[in-house]
């Protein structure tokens, strides 16, 4: 029998801040491809739950709850890379002297990895779908209910997803023989 | 028959419901080509999980560290009083319209009437007997008050209360001023 929960019962915010932090970190990191932005994201994240939190009876539905707004904010991100990617290719076009910050060197060396790399290069839409199943662990329904989409619609986004980084993966030639 | 890709990845991530997954199954035990289909997203799925990932414990540290100062900045600028949010549980706010609506009600019910009242006038009649009567009706009917009065048998001493309020002007000369003159005249 359902019963309602006592506001005291609810979660505390380090409770779920601990239990959630890698699972809402590491969704971030694969969808974005950058350690910093993947930080931003869970800060804001996180800050809107510890508003919201007494809406939120069970960690389960604050994991939703925080994967659900890492995306949203993760769309506005990609919209904005997608601007700064356009720009920083006229900038390169237009021969200017670059020379890479100690920074940004290490940032980049960070997302260096194969697999982000063939992550960033698929739609955001293919990319989003595949890290919620294979870093959050979610299945079709939960995964449609957070975008707002049919569970067919994901079992689709899934294959083409695995599709297009299996020709990825065998033109780099590094993983599939 | 072969199913195609997207049966197959769907059958890899177990959301292929019975007794399609059970004929899916039995096919790949009999088709090469299905097995080295789902073989590939396999691997998809292996080189994804076993990827290197940033270490979380550092960046969860220094986000904790964020949410605390935002904290601290949001709790050091309140919203001045007249913008804060203030949470009502709901049967509070139900016994609170209810009271208040019981208020009005008492309002309504004794001091309204009250303020009518001034424009009444009180008539106390002192009959043969002890029993008072009272009287209340507005002050435009006074003088249909007093001839109901003057038809009664009972009445020997009226007393007519007006609101204490009340303010008179002399209209005219008083009748029994007029009378006195009249007489001295003659």
Redesign the interface.
């Known amino acids: 029998m359902l019963q309602r929960k006592k506001k005291n019962e609810y979660p505390r915010f380090e409770e779920v801040?601990r239990s959630l932090?890698?699972t809402v970190?590491?969704v971030s990191?694969r969808i974005t491809g950058d350690?910093g932005i993947?930080?931003d994201l869970?800060?804001e994240a996180?800050?809107k739950y510890?508003e919201k939190q007494g809406l939120l009876p069970d960690i389960e539905q604050a994991k939703y709850w925080l994967i659900r707004v890492v995306r949203n904010i993760s769309l506005n991100y990609e919209k904005r890379r997608i601007r700064e990617r356009k720009a920083y290719t006229r900038f390169k076009n237009a021969d200017i002297d670059y020379e890479e910050s100690g920074e940004e060197k290490i940032i980049r060396e960070?997302t260096d990895?194969?697999?982000?790399k063939a992550?960033d290069k698929l739609p955001y839409k293919l990319r989003v779908v595949?890290v919620l199943?294979?870093?959050a662990g979610l299945?079709?329904k939960e995964i449609g209910s957070i975008l707002g989409i049919s569970?067919g619609n994901v079992?689709?986004r899934?294959?083409r997803a695995?599709?297009k980084?299996?020709i990825i993966?065998k033109e780099g030639e590094q993983?599939?023989s | 028959m072969c199913p195609d890709?997207?049966t197959?990845?769907?059958y890899l991530?177990g959301?292929i419901g019975e007794p399609w997954n059970t004929t899916i199954q039995k096919h790949l035990e009999t088709c090469e080509r299905c097995r080295q289909r789902l073989k590939?997203?396999q691997?998809?799925?292996h080189?994804?999980?076993e990827?290197?990932?940033?270490d979380?414990l550092e960046?969860?540290e220094?986000?904790?560290r964020?949410?605390q100062i935002?904290?601290v900045a949001e709790n050091s600028i309140r919203p001045p009083i007249w913008k804060r949010k203030i949470a009502v549980p709901v049967p509070l706010g139900i016994g609170v319209a209810a009271l208040l609506a019981v208020i009005f009600g008492l309002y309504f019910l004794f001091f309204i009437p009250q303020r009518n009242n001034m424009r009444l006038v009180r008539i106390k009649t002192e009959p043969l007997g002890s029993t008072e009567v009272q009287v209340a009706a507005p002050i435009e009917d006074i003088e249909q008050l007093l001839k109901s009065l003057d038809k009664s048998q009972f009445s020997k001493e009226v007393i007519i209360k007006l609101p204490g309020n009340s303010k008179f002007n002399m209209i005219g000369e008083p009748a029994i001023m007029r009378e006195t003159e009249i007489y001295r005249g003659k």
């Open positions: 801040y932090f890698p970190f590491r990191y350690k993947a930080e869970c800060h996180f800050i510890y960070e990895g194969m697999v982000q992550l595949l199943k294979e870093y299945n079709y569970e079992k689709i899934v294959f695995r599709e980084l299996a993966f993983y599939v | 890709g997207e197959l990845s769907a991530d959301e590939t997203l691997r998809i799925d080189i994804l999980l990827d290197y990932a940033p979380y960046s969860m220094k986000v904790k964020r949410i935002t904290q």
